[in-house]
DNA sequence: TAAAAAACCGACCGACCATTCGGTTGGTTT
DNA sequence: AAACCAACCGAATGGTCGGTCGGTTTTTTA
């Protein structure tokens, strides 16, 4: 691998974990066996680097995202909302440290003042919340779905999937149980109200 | 007012504005007129002065939802649980400084190797979940709440309202005209299910 | 009012910080 | 083989960090 991408890598780690300050580029020259100067050799500086970071990660939300909604195909827009909070938690898990970074408070921060970062994160909150507010209406369309205000709904929706993966990251609650019972509320907050519907 | 109330109020600004690392003793010392040496005369050091003031935090938001118990009553579960999303998104408008703060992972990290800090975090989130569960458990008795999960459910719904407290906090999105959406899901995921319910 | 205690000060310390810079490679182009 | 280049190195820099310490002022106590 190159030192470059190494550096990237080891830097994601070193971010998500110790935060933007905690981070330091002595620790990365040690992770990566770069010497100090090669890390400013390919970044400008450490903002850069870890724009660089942000925007990968953009990146790979986007295409994944991207991928599974023309992948799969979904039997009505309630199977397409339940679909993305499954895959969403499923792939928080996957991708641990990039999610650990977006759930840290710098990125925001930095955001007030760069643009770039800004649009990063406004790129990957309105992908996510793209697809269920599509989900939504969709739902609405194919009568799955009750006439709730979509865009509303879905930053409800999500934060809701989002705050689940937070608890699990945080570690302080085992939230990994609470998969079914996410699941349940969303058909109810969603769901057309049927007779005998608990 | 005392420099030691004062070093406290500045560090607890500072700390949710910066992060841990990101907050100098230098700049506490600048914004307060307490000289370096007068901060550690007061606090064994930085995480000390940290642990102070989350302890508060911890105090402050337990008394509050305590006397909030205490003082309203309510007609039944379902209305304690709309009344304390309601006082939730109330305090974190107004206490917004410790909100950040809480809201930021240092706290969290801190938290794997400092029991302390452990302890208070964990009183806290109790706190928060115990009322949520209360209200559920009371609204079941009462025939206002379906039988769902207690515990479980008070999560989600906690997880959900916290996110949105979030959203208005990280100024990304304009969550503030979600709250009829808010108590409205809330109805949903809790409520029995009627004839003709939307 | 004298002594003890608590609050407070600011110069100072070593460690660490992000970043710079002059120089060395090893491969490609001319 | 000369010129060029990106990748890489590591010592050096100026500045900031959390924390210490000896001494002074203010408050409390006896």
Avoid: W
Wanted: with cysteine.
């Amino acid at each position: 691998m190159s030192k470059k991408n190494a550096i990237l890598l080891a830097a994601t780690d070193l971010f998500s974990q110790k935060g933007y300050n905690g981070a330091s580029m002595a620790e990365l020259s040690r992770m990566t066996g770069a010497a100090g100067g090669t890390i400013f050799h390919h970044f400008r500086n450490k903002e850069d680097l870890f724009l660089n970071i942000l925007g990968g990660i953009k990146e790979t939300i986007l295409d994944t995202f991207d991928q599974y909604l023309r992948d799969e195909n979904f039997t009505n827009g309630m199977d397409l909302v339940e679909g993305a909070v499954s895959f969403y938690l499923q792939l928080a898990g996957q991708m641990q440290a990039q999610f650990l970074l977006l759930h840290r408070h710098f990125p925001y921060k930095m955001a007030e003042t760069n643009p770039i970062c800004r649009n990063y994160l406004e790129s990957i909150y309105d992908c996510l919340l793209d697809i269920f507010e599509k989900g939504i209406v969709r739902g609405q369309k194919d009568g799955s779905i009750a006439r709730v205000p979509a865009r509303q709904s879905a930053m409800i929706l999500f934060s809701m999937v989002d705050g689940i993966a937070r608890f699990n990251t945080y570690q302080i609650y085992d939230a990994g149980a609470l998969y079914n019972d996410l699941i349940t509320t969303c058909r109810k907050m969603l769901g057309v109200a049927k007779a005998g519907q608990a």
